[in-house]
């Protein structure tokens, strides 16, 4: 099903209005240039007033309309099918960049479950140019980060810095100040455990609810800037 996708109204108004055309142009554009048999002003408008949103074939032409990346019209992608249009790709080509049968990839992006390869995870992400962020949601991998992290502030961190940048496919250069922060937070947390002549209410509670949420404190961190 053809469903709809993150729309954002006024980049799509913004974007007519720059290039000087009235939603009759658009949907003209669109009619002629996309098949959009179907396509009036009307729906032009509606989309800009926010009172309905356009499919994703629709989102794709309306783009083209209006000589931009879908990506300009969309909020930020969220699903591994919301990326894939972000980047104007199909998903033939995105099948065929990582390796996935094609009926099999349909599959993933109907569920929402990323099934692929390690191989095919990596060229996922250099096929949508996915964020670390992104790509470690899209391919289900924030329980292995997790553990990692965990690894790395509760032990040297230093050890595991090569396989955290092995898994987000980063700098290694660029993880070493974040997990020497959150090692040195985790720690001062478990020495304050520890410390009973130190006054402090730190419990062992304050520790595990620093490890549960462990990845929301690197991703705070984390730059690739």
């Not at 894939?84 to 996935?100: F, K, P, Q, S, Y």
């Not at 349909?106 to 949508?128: C, D, F, V, Y």
């Amino acid at each position: 099903m053809d469903t709809p996708l993150p729309f954002n109204a006024r980049a799509a108004r913004i974007l007519r209005e720059k290039l000087g055309m009235a939603p009759g142009h658009v949907a003209y554009g669109m009619r002629a240039s996309y098949g959009m048999a179907h396509i009036t002003p009307d729906h032009i408008a509606a989309w800009e007033r926010g009172t309905a949103l356009p499919s994703s074939s629709e989102l794709t032409a309306l783009a083209g309309a209006l000589w931009c990346n879908p990506n300009e019209l969309m909020g930020a992608p969220r699903t591994l099918r919301e990326h894939r249009i972000a980047r104007g790709l199909a998903a033939e080509d995105v099948a065929r960049a990582t390796g996935v049968d094609l009926e099999a990839y349909h599959r993933m992006e109907e569920t929402g479950q990323w099934t692929g390869s390690k191989r095919q995870s990596a060229n996922l992400g250099t096929a949508l140019a996915l964020p670390p962020r992104d790509f470690i949601a899209i391919t289900g991998l924030e329980d292995e980060l997790a553990r990692l992290l965990g690894e790395a502030v509760s032990t040297r961190w230093q050890a595991h810095i090569r396989g955290i940048a092995r898994l987000l496919a980063v700098d290694r250069r660029a993880l070493q100040d974040p997990l020497r922060d959150m090692h040195q937070e985790y720690q001062t947390l478990m020495a304050a455990t520890l410390s009973r002549a130190s006054g402090t209410t730190a419990s062992g509670e304050d520790g595990r609810r620093y490890l549960d949420d462990i990845v929301n404190h690197f991703w705070s961190r984390f730059t690739t800037d």
